[in-house]
T-cell receptor, first 115, second 114 residues
Framework: KQEVTQIPAALSVPEGENLVLNCSFT??????LQWFRQDPGKGLTSLLL?????REQTSGRLNASLDKSSGRSTLYIAASQPGDSATYLC??????????????FGQGTILTVHP | ETGVTQSPTHLIKTRGQQVTLRCSSQ?????VSWYQQALGQGPQFIFQ???????GRGNFPPRFSGLQFPNYSSELNVNALELDDSALYLC?????????????FGPGTRLTVL
């Protein structure tokens, strides 16, 4: 059974800092890994999707890496801003079998960026 | 092109009641997945519907059931509500159930069970 863990559970940083969010998963048989952002009480916004054959993806100030063999991914946020404050969720998509393409999520990292 | 929409936005029910949540998939998407997100937790997969048939199910009891209609919109029904059913219910649609197809999420329905 796939399990996804995110560390830290919460993070508070001053504006302008670079930061790293960590995600680990127990079963390396994944199709891809996705990072989402969730604002309080809202739905999910996809940030980055990394295919299992890729090592990293970049979008603006965000960079996500994937090491499938070790079951780890990191989300790097450069020059953080108060608008980045949200919960960040990591999710993996199982590879074939009975996965149905379902996503298995971590519990999230609550990020607060203060001015 | 409209995105995934869900209704209602919020809902309050009492223990033992039944509830129906609705989801309209993104244009052209024939697959809908439902997730439950309890407070402070990540979303958990409930089930997936493809062409009006259940195509996979997570670890949820039978009182969680669903429907998909010919226009690919979907309903999630929960019978005999329990306090622990209080959560944000998210619907996601995709072009097909194939693993490589990205899922696009709606804004969710917040269910409170008293």
């Amino acid at each position: 059974k796939q399990e996804v863990t995110q560390i830290p559970a919460a993070l508070s940083v001053p504006e302008g800092e670079n930061l790293v969010l960590n995600c680990s998963f127990t079963d390396s048989a994944i199709y891809n890994l996705q990072w989402f952002r969730q604002d309080p009480g809202k739905g999910l916004t996809s940030l980055l999707l990394i295919q299992s054959s890729q090592r990293e993806q970049t979008s603006g100030r965000l960079n996500a890496s994937l090491d499938k063999s070790s079951g780890r991914s990191t989300l790097y946020i450069a020059a953080s801003q108060p608008g980045d404050s949200a919960t960040y969720l990591c999710a993996v998509r199982g590879a074939g079998g009975t996965s149905y393409g379902k996503l298995t999520f971590g519990q999230g990292t609550i990020l607060t960026v203060h001015p | 092109e409209t995105g995934v929409t869900q209704s209602p936005t919020h809902l309050i029910k009492t223990r033992g009641q039944q509830v129906t949540l609705r989801c309209s998939s993104q244009s052209g998407h024939n697959t809908v997945s439902w997730y439950q997100q309890a407070l402070g937790q990540g979303p958990q997969f409930i089930f997936q519907y493809y062409r009006e048939e259940e195509n996979g199910r997570g670890n949820f009891p039978p009182r969680f059931s669903g429907l998909q209609f010919p226009n690919y919109s979907s309903e999630l029904n929960v019978n005999a509500l329990e306090l622990d059913d209080s959560a944000l219910y998210l619907c996601a649609s995709s072009l097909s159930p194939r693993t490589e197809r990205e899922q696009f999420f709606g804004p969710g329905t917040r269910l409170t069970v008293l």
